[in-house]
């Protein structure tokens, strides 16, 4: 189980799922424009493992230059159900986490200047 949960845990997995889900099938360079600060060669590597475990097909045509196209598939989108939840979570209480990480870099600011 650990290597499920450490592949969907990891820093852009998730970033593409959720990105793929609000784009449909999607090219390359439209996810990375739409994920944002991802390298390429670290969606490439993400891409690549997703394809691995069947959440995401890729899908290149015999064209120049060569289009490659990447959807979620069933296996893929039946793992954003319970992944909504925690994006659903995570968006309700960001405020709360973000207040909580002030306070304690606030608190360790203090004692770094007192020790």
């Given at each position: 189980?650990?290597?499920?949960?450490?592949?969907?845990?990891?820093?852009?997995?998730?970033?593409?799922?959720?990105?793929?889900?609000?784009?449909?099938?999607?090219?390359?360079?439209?996810?990375?424009?739409?994920?944002?600060?991802?390298?390429?060669?670290?969606?490439?590597?993400?891409?690549?493992?997703?394809?691995?475990?069947?959440?995401?097909?890729?899908?290149?045509?015999?064209t120049v230059?060569?289009?490659?196209?990447?959807?979620?598939?069933?296996?893929?989108?039946?793992?954003?159900?319970?992944?909504?939840?925690?994006?659903?979570?995570?968006?309700?209480?960001?405020?709360?986490?973000?207040?909580?990480?002030?306070?304690?870099?606030?608190?360790?600011?203090?004692?770094?200047?007192?020790?």
């Amino acid at each position: 189980m650990r290597d499920v949960l450490d592949r969907i845990g990891d820093r852009w997995s998730m970033l593409v799922l959720l990105t793929l889900r609000e784009g449909g099938t999607l090219r390359f360079t439209a996810l990375k424009t739409q994920i944002g600060d991802v390298s390429q060669r670290m969606l490439a590597q993400t891409l690549r493992r997703l394809e691995q475990d069947g959440l995401v097909s890729r899908t290149a045509y015999p064209t120049v230059p060569p289009r490659v196209d990447y959807a979620l598939t069933p296996l893929g989108s039946s793992l954003l159900v319970p992944l909504m939840g925690l994006v659903e979570w995570a968006a309700k209480h960001h405020g709360q986490l973000r207040t909580a990480r002030a306070a304690y870099r606030a608190s360790s600011d203090a004692v770094a200047m007192a020790g």
